[in-house]
Nanobody, 115 residues
Framework: QVQLVESGGGLVQAGGSLRLSCAAS????????MGWYRQAPGRQRELVAS???????NYAGSVKGRFTISRDNAVFTVYLQMNSLKPEDTGVYYC?????????WGKGTLVTVSS
């Protein structure tokens, strides 16, 4: 059974930083691409960043240069370092892994950026 547990969200002022973590279990972590998504109030869930099993990264244009996704296969964890946060980065951030045809999600962690 796949489990994804996010942590690290909180309230931060604009310009500040947060580091999100997602601990995975129930999968052979090192062979899967991992992703971070976010959902702002009243908006659809969107991809923020992803990292392949080999470490190749991909970012949404709105976060490129400010956010960094990374992974530590030894502790089955993927991270999202968020710098220069903006109020529009506010939302619930979800960790994702696709195993076969199944999309697996964590419960999310709330990030609130005040202006």
């Amino acid at each position: 059974q796949v489990q994804l547990v996010e942590s690290g969200g909180g309230l931060v002022q604009a310009g500040g930083s947060l580091r999100l973590s997602c601990a995975a279990s129930g999968i052979r972590f090192s062979i899967y691409a991992m992703g971070w998504y976010r959902q702002a109030p009243g908006r659809q869930r969107e991809l923020v960043a992803s990292i392949s099993s080999g470490g190749m990264t991909n970012y949404a244009g709105s976060v490129k240069g400010r956010f960094t996704i990374s992974r530590d296969n030894a502790v089955f964890t993927v991270y999202l370092q968020m710098n220069s946060l903006k109020p529009e980065d506010t939302g619930v951030y979800y960790c994702n892994v696709a195993v076969g045809i199944l999309n697996n999600w964590g419960k999310g962690t709330l990030v609130t950026v005040s202006s």
